[in-house]
């Protein structure tokens, strides 16, 4: 029988489970591996009536300095399987995005090579849309499982609807996913390589961050608006806007939670003083 207490953790800290290493204790965290222990932790929410908030890797979110006064649910160690049916790849939610391009290409199929080197997990990828070089997760998704109200349901990818890092699964937790990708032509092996090596030329990979702290806005880019309004370097405590790439605010000195929000509260001002343009947050700033 499995064991609660074994399952679900208090007071854990959220800066071991954040991309930004910042963020204050969480009241509750539970990491499930398969979907029995899901189903336990959901009976646990319902029975305490709990808050609570879903998670990937983390690499997209800032937690409070407080902390999260609810259950933190990490899905990055659910489901950690992948297997390949023709050209049909199904990877449980807390497989790394960045390891199932691997495998894809491994298996000589083609498709989500231009996702190589995005931080988070199939879960979250799935739940934002995540794209990157003209490509997004929703152009190659088949079906989804999910788990909602304590039941488990797969629907097909027509039954949902995806925009720009967008997708409308809200309450729903992604359980795996299935992609319909093709057997390659090219040498997916080296696409993969050109995207890694552009990462690691305009991206600050050194330093804790959220990636991309701001979504695109219509007809240019965030960073070059940031670097534009002269902020390039900008910094309040220990975060600073990077000066490899402006969209990205990383923790180059300790930074609290509080540095990150007032410097992207900061940067969004300016911004929008100087080009009329309100940038939109694409990292999820969660509250205690």
Excluded at 20 to 43: C, Q, S, V
Excluded at 217 to 228: C, H, R, S
Aim: with cysteine; glycine share 8%.
């Amino acid at each position: 029988m499995l064991d609660l207490n074994s399952i679900i953790k208090s007071n854990e800290p959220l800066s071991k489970h954040c991309s930004y290493k910042t963020g204050g204790p969480a009241r509750f965290f539970a990491e499930p591996k398969n979907n029995l222990e899901l189903m336990l932790i959901w009976n646990f929410l319902q029975e305490k009536k709990l808050r609570y908030l879903v998670i990937g890797n983390g690499t997209n979110v800032l937690f409070d300095d407080a902390g999260f006064d609810g259950l933190i649910l990490s899905l990055k160690k659910l489901n950690r399987f992948m297997i390949i049916d023709k050209n049909i790849l199904t990877a449980g939610s807390g497989i790394l995005l960045d390891d199932m391009v691997l495998f894809s290409i491994i298996n000589n199929l083609s498709g989500i090579e231009h996702l190589s080197g995005i931080p988070g997990t199939v879960g979250g990828a799935i739940y934002m849309n995540a794209g990157a070089f003209d490509t997004e997760i929703k152009d190659v998704l088949y079906s989804v499982e999910i788990f909602k109200d304590g039941e488990f349901t797969t629907l097909k990818a027509s039954e949902l609807s995806f925009s720009y890092r967008k997708s409308s699964i809200k309450d729903e937790i992604v359980v795996s996913g299935s992609f319909k990708l093709n057997f390659a032509k090219n040498d997916p092996h080296k696409i993969r390589d050109d995207i890694l090596n552009k990462r690691g030329e305009k991206q600050p990979l050194e330093y804790p961050s959220c990636g991309s702290v701001f979504k695109r806005p219509p007809g240019t880019y965030a960073g070059k608006l940031i670097e534009e309004c002269g902020l390039k370097g900008f910094s309040i405590g220990g975060a600073k806007v990077s000066e490899k790439h402006s969209n990205f605010i990383i923790n180059f000195n300790n930074a609290s939670s509080k540095d990150i929000k007032d410097l992207i509260s900061h940067v969004k001002m300016v911004v929008f003083q100087k080009t009329g343009i309100m940038l939109e947050e694409e990292v999820k700033i969660i509250e205690r």
